[in-house]
């Protein structure tokens, strides 16, 4: 979570989402006047107090496709190390079957399978808060900026994996554990495999 009291900003970094991409144009539109508080912080953590306690501030952040997201998680953690097609379809249905996605985590950086539980409930928010879409991230991307007084010409892709066609690397239990694991994700949002 990183927040601006400069801008009245507070972003939401949900991993694979285009978060780094995001501190890096804040880096250059307002350099040494922000806070990185935790990099994927939620408001599930003890920085979620700090969004009550600012009503007033923006708070945003970007979502994914879950089936998108959670293949790049994959391949981000296991980049070093790439198989065959079929290989890959097996070990990553392994990765998703023993939940090895969330074994990723330290004090600060816990992997959450639904976006939506590093937002605080939107239902009861009073901030002014924007949810993004991945999909539309340029766009979203120079919107929000443009919000802060900052316009954006280019988006210097940060921590990006090999571009891939996720639904090659599904077999039908791993696009169904997806759909178990981040369904509040896929009904609040109406994503589709």
């Not at 766009?139 to 892709?157: L, S």
Request: with cysteine; aromatic share 16%.
């Amino acid at each position: 979570m990183t927040i601006s009291h400069d801008i009245k900003a507070i972003f939401i970094h949900v991993q694979r989402t285009g978060g780094s991409s995001i501190i890096n144009l804040l880096r250059k539109h307002i350099p040494m006047r922000y806070t990185i508080l935790s990099q994927h912080g939620s408001f599930q953590n003890a920085e979620g107090d700090i969004i009550q306690k600012k009503p007033d501030y923006f708070v945003f952040g970007f979502v994914r496709n879950p089936w998108e997201r959670m293949l790049s998680w994959y391949f981000l953690i296991n980049k070093l190390n790439l198989l065959s097609l079929e290989k890959e379809r097996k070990r990553f249905q392994k990765f998703l079957e023993f939940d090895f996605a969330s074994d990723f985590k330290d004090d600060e950086n816990t992997f959450h399978y639904n976006q939506l539980d590093y937002f605080p409930d939107l239902e009861t928010i009073v901030n002014p808060i924007k949810i993004c879409r991945f999909e539309n991230y340029e766009e979203e991307v120079k919107e929000v900026f443009k919000r802060f007084g900052f316009i954006v010409d280019t988006i210097e892709i940060s921590n990006e994996t090999v571009p891939k066609n996720y639904r090659d690397y599904y077999t039908e239990k791993s696009i169904e554990l997806v759909r178990e694991k981040c369904s509040r994700d896929i009904e609040y949002f109406n994503y589709l495999f």
